[in-house]
């Protein structure tokens, strides 16, 4: 007869339990110490990533973790990161194998693959969008590496893909390993939108650097302050709706001698000699505003002090101007309105010619009634053959003259309603009746526009305003 075995008995412990019976147990409190492990690594190496995330400066920095990071968190073999660049390429940015396995075959096979998803890539609107990568990627790793991927989301846009792959048949691409690596291209995506915001800023800075220049030539070019012209006092003042504005103002003299600032040294002779002689005064504004606008002005301001030198007829000069002009402006689909004038102390004699700028008002002391002052001509740079009308007006003491820009007219409040012509016309009209002197009414001006479209809102034009008032 064959004997049998008995059962073999549990043998006792110190505490009185058996090995059978601990075993399981044991078993359970492994696994549990394992699982806890494995939870602090994974949160160790997310912590890690974050905090690289707040600190590096350079994002490819820390784009060499990325596949680093992918692996360690699944167990894989190594992780691939992949961009998708605006000109459509695909690029192997970073690949990471776990330490002791050769990469030289994955590199060259990655290389290919992304070589022939950028000739069969799509461009819209300046993104790649490779659909066919994870097939390269299967095609040329082959069937015995197993690749696993999740793309990298920027503003909804697909801006690359991250990749872990394995060598072992057994690798399951489980629901959390899923999850973790699309938590580490999430950071990914973070970490591309913050570096090209920053790029962003920067760019923006130097536009702000330049606009801030910009401005500040602009208003050097503008007169820093109204001349001293014999019997007439003058206010002007130039509010841009952006830093740099497409409205100018300027008073030339008949001799640019007459623009050396005066001292204390000048004698009273002198004084009344460089204020008794003509002066032009000028408004003129550009279609548009901000940077072309304010480059135009300049320009305009450049040619027609060039051409009050030749002394011509107010109509002579806008015509000569305009000719000048024309071949830029056409270029620049832009034009320009200009109302040019010359006043004689002398005389009190206002000629003026305009080219299709608003006419500026006279307020007539002695009928206290408005003007327009006002001649037929086309805009600067529309036809490069127009004419230009020359008319002149006396003036007397008392009276008071306006040049504006469309600024003002075409200020609006919040039901739609503009500060038109008439609206002005009346608020000059009061202003010349109550205000005393020119800073009073140009002040008295700009606040009446203020008030019309709100104490809080601010209007979307450039607005110019010159005063000129004969004194007795």
């Given at each position: 007869?064959?004997?049998?075995p008995?059962?073999?008995q549990?043998?006792?412990?110190?505490d009185?339990?058996?090995?059978?019976?601990?075993?399981?147990v044991?078993?359970?409190?492994?696994?549990?110490?394992?699982?806890h492990?494995?939870?602090?690594?994974?949160?160790?190496?997310l912590s890690?990533?974050?905090f690289?995330?707040?600190s590096f400066?350079n994002?490819?920095?820390?784009l060499?973790?990325?596949?680093?990071?992918a692996?360690?968190?699944?167990?894989?073999d190594?992780?691939?990161?992949?961009?998708f660049?605006p000109?459509g390429?695909?690029?192997?940015?970073?690949?990471?194998?776990?330490?002791?396995?050769?990469?030289?075959d994955?590199?060259?096979?990655l290389?290919?693959?992304?070589?022939?998803?950028?000739n069969l890539?799509?461009?819209?609107?300046g993104?790649?969008?490779?659909?066919?990568?994870?097939?390269?990627?299967?095609?040329?790793l082959?069937?015995d590496?197993?690749v696993?991927?999740?793309?990298?989301?920027?503003?909804?846009?697909e801006?690359?893909?991250?990749?872990?792959?394995?060598?072992?048949p057994?690798?399951?691409w489980?629901?959390?390993?899923?999850?973790?690596?699309r938590?580490v291209?999430?950071?990914?995506?973070v970490?591309?939108a913050?570096?090209?915001l920053?790029?962003?800023?920067?760019?923006?800075?130097?536009?702000?650097?330049?606009?801030?220049?910009?401005?500040d030539?602009?208003?050097r070019?503008?007169?820093?302050q109204?001349?001293?012209?014999?019997?007439?006092e003058l206010?002007?003042k130039?509010?841009?709706?952006?830093?740099?504005?497409g409205?100018?103002?300027?008073?030339?003299?008949?001799?640019?001698?007459?623009?050396?600032?005066?001292?204390?040294?000048?004698?009273?002779?002198?004084?009344?000699r460089?204020?008794s002689?003509?002066?032009?005064?000028v408004?003129g504004?550009?279609?548009?505003?901000?940077?072309p606008?304010?480059?135009?002005?300049?320009?305009t301001r450049g040619?027609?002090?060039?051409?009050?030198?030749n002394?011509?007829?107010?109509?002579k000069?806008?015509?000569?101007?305009?000719?000048?002009?024309?071949?830029?402006?056409?270029n620049?689909?832009?034009f320009?309105?200009?109302?040019?004038?010359?006043?004689?102390?002398?005389t009190?004699?206002?000629?003026?010619?305009?080219?299709a700028?608003?006419?500026?008002?006279l307020?007539q002391?002695?009928?206290?009634?408005?003007k327009?002052?006002?001649?037929?001509?086309?805009?600067?740079?529309?036809?490069?053959?127009?004419?230009?009308?020359?008319a002149?007006?006396?003036?007397?003491?008392?009276?008071?003259?306006?040049?504006?820009?469309?600024?003002?007219?075409?200020?609006?409040?919040?039901?739609?309603?503009?500060?038109d012509?008439?609206k002005?016309?009346?608020?000059f009209?009061?202003?010349c009746?109550?205000c005393?002197?020119?800073?009073?009414i140009?002040?008295?001006?700009?606040?009446?526009?203020?008030?019309?479209i709100g104490p809080?809102s601010?209007?979307?034009?450039?607005?110019?305003?010159v005063?000129?008032?004969?004194?007795?």
């Amino acid at each position: 007869m064959t004997a049998v075995p008995l059962p073999r008995q549990p043998s006792p412990l110190p505490d009185g339990g058996t090995t059978a019976e601990t075993t399981p147990v044991f078993a359970l409190k492994e696994l549990v110490a394992r699982l806890h492990r494995e939870q602090r690594k994974i949160q160790d190496l997310l912590s890690s990533l974050g905090f690289a995330l707040r600190s590096f400066n350079n994002l490819n920095q820390f784009l060499e973790l990325i596949p680093l990071m992918a692996t360690r968190v699944t167990d894989a073999d190594g992780g691939i990161l992949i961009r998708f660049l605006p000109n459509g390429q695909v690029r192997l940015e970073r690949l990471h194998c776990q330490e002791g396995q050769s990469c030289q075959d994955i590199r060259k096979a990655l290389n290919a693959a992304t070589r022939q998803a950028s000739n069969l890539s799509t461009t819209a609107e300046g993104v790649a969008t490779p659909p066919s990568l994870d097939a390269q990627l299967t095609r040329f790793l082959g069937p015995d590496i197993q690749v696993f991927g999740t793309p990298i989301l920027v503003k909804n846009a697909e801006r690359g893909r991250l990749y872990v792959f394995s060598r072992d048949p057994k690798y399951i691409w489980t629901d959390t390993r899923q999850k973790l690596v699309r938590l580490v291209a999430d950071q990914t995506a973070v970490a591309i939108a913050n570096d090209e915001l920053t790029v962003e800023l920067r760019q923006k800075e130097r536009l702000d650097k330049e606009l801030e220049i910009g401005a500040d030539i602009q208003l050097r070019l503008l007169p820093r302050q109204c001349p001293n012209i014999y019997g007439v006092e003058l206010a002007a003042k130039c509010q841009t709706a952006s830093r740099v504005g497409g409205d100018y103002y300027d008073f030339i003299p008949a001799n640019y001698d007459q623009l050396r600032p005066q001292t204390d040294s000048d004698s009273e002779v002198e004084t009344a000699r460089r204020g008794s002689v003509p002066w032009s005064l000028v408004i003129g504004d550009v279609m548009g505003k901000g940077v072309p606008a304010g480059l135009i002005m300049t320009m305009t301001r450049g040619m027609l002090r060039a051409e009050v030198l030749n002394r011509h007829s107010p109509a002579k000069i806008l015509q000569h101007l305009n000719r000048v002009m024309y071949a830029d402006l056409e270029n620049s689909h832009r034009f320009v309105t200009l109302f040019y004038s010359e006043y004689d102390p002398q005389t009190r004699i206002l000629s003026y010619s305009n080219a299709a700028h608003h006419p500026p008002l006279l307020w007539q002391a002695s009928t206290r009634s408005i003007k327009r002052l006002d001649t037929w001509g086309m805009l600067i740079g529309l036809d490069a053959d127009s004419q230009y009308e020359d008319a002149q007006v006396q003036l007397y003491p008392g009276d008071t003259i306006i040049y504006y820009t469309d600024g003002f007219t075409d200020a609006a409040n919040q039901n739609g309603d503009r500060f038109d012509e008439e609206k002005l016309s009346r608020t000059f009209q009061w202003a010349c009746q109550h205000c005393n002197g020119t800073q009073a009414i140009l002040d008295y001006l700009f606040e009446q526009v203020q008030q019309f479209i709100g104490p809080s809102s601010r209007n979307g034009d450039d607005m110019t305003l010159v005063v000129m008032q004969v004194k007795s």
